[in-house]
């Protein structure tokens, strides 16, 4: 089978929409056809300040939301990335393959650095790309999923892979970015030009939060002039994204809501896909509630997850380290 790796940070109490709609899907969905592993990516987690029990809480409650989402441990090797210590090691043989210059031009590096003080940004922010191609390339991973802001990442990684190869031998399986079409990108609610995120916590429908504040949150989303209900994203942004949303929770087609509306107003597409995100958001914080309420289950899917990841990532690591030449230590 095909192997398929992911991961996501734990920065923040909840996952949102975006998260979901972008990649959670996806990584429910490939397990079965591929040979999966998630990974709640704590490393990246710390290259912004972060609180250290924060972070412990957070990193239990995403492999709550991983699990209460329908990530199967019995059919994916889920685990926290700082438990493979593999993957830190593999990132320092990848840095010294890296360009500076093709670091500088990461546009997610750019936005980051931008909104923090020069003082403040530290170098984990800018070497962040070579740990993420490090999560992806030990496994040999054919597919990622990821969400559009990721596209550049993944490039870098296939460049990355590609030249390791051809300098030191075929070592790396290349990976493909596995992006969504309707839903690459989940606009914020109050900025449908801005795309949903955990740092502009504006018009963020979160999964964890009361699910009346997110049908209100959608009530009161910023639509575009006019009051015809079609999917027109370069001119209506702000519906085309509800009815992205729309469409992806309930697996009816845009061109059926779209009829389904015609005559309606803003008003009725608001308050009926808040009650879709309502029915979608109740019964999942509920499954959330029951792996939290069992830290020590939890710890031990975690910790099985990891054996295994392990078990992969050695053997690669074993290789890489052989192919640049470093001694063997037995
Ligand atoms: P992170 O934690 O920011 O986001 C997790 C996933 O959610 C997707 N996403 C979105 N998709 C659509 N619309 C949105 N508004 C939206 N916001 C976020 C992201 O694209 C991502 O797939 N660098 C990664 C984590 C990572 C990783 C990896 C991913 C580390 N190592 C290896 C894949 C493979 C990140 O910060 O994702």
């Known amino acids: 089978r095909p192997r398929v790796f992911s991961g996501i940070q ?42 250290p029990e924060l972070l412990r809480k957070r990193t239990r409650l995403s492999a709550a939301q991983l699990l209460a989402l329908g990530i199967d ?57 070579a740990l993420m191609a490090a999560d992806i390339l030990l496994y040999q991973a054919d597919a990622v999923p990821v969400g559009e802001d990721q596209r ?10 590609q030249r390791f190869n051809s300098r030191f031998g075929e070592t790396f399986t290349v990976p493909a970015a596995h992006i969504p079409k309707s839903t690459a990108k989940i606009y914020d609610l109050q900025d449908p030009n801005a795309k949903m995120s955990k740092s502009v916590p504006s018009g963020v429908i979160e999964l964890l939060e009361d699910p009346k504040r997110s049908a209100k949150k959608i009530r009161s989303a910023v639509t575009d002039t006019g009051r015809e209900i079609v999917y027109d994203p370069e001119n209506k942004p702000g519906v085309s994204n509800l009815l992205a949303i729309y469409s992806s929770l309930t697996d009816r ?36 509630r029951g792996y939290l309420d069992d830290p020590a289950e939890l710890d031990k899917v975690l910790r099985r997850g990891a054996e ?14 052989d192919r640049v030449g470093f001694l063997s230590p037995a």
């Open 73 to 129: 441990p019995d059919r994916s090797t889920l685990f926290v990335q700082s438990h493979v210590p593999e993957h830190a090691q593999l990132s320092w043989v990848l840095e010294c393959q890296t360009g500076f210059g093709e670091a500088s031009r990461m546009t997610q590096f750019k936005d980051k650095a931008a909104r923090q003080d020069a003082e403040h940004v530290g170098v984990g922010l800018f070497t962040y790309p």
């Open 253 to 288: 087609t845009v061109d059926e809501l779209q009829a389904a509306y015609e005559g309606k107003g803003y008003g009725d597409l608001k308050k009926d896909l808040g009650e879709v995100v309502v029915e979608f958001a109740t019964p999942l914080q509920e499954k959330v």
């Open 10 to 51: 734990p920065t923040a109490d909840s996952f949102h929409l975006g998260n979901y709609l972008g990649a959670l899907r996806e990584w429910v969905a490939m397990q079965g056809e591929y040979e999966t592993f998630y990974c709640v990516v704590d490393l990246h987690a710390i290259t912004v300040a972060q609180d």
């Open 152 to 161: 550049q990442h993944l490039e870098l990684t296939r460049n990355l892979a």
């Open 308 to 321: 295994h990841a392990r078990e992969v990532a050695t053997r690669t690591l074993r290789t890489v380290f």
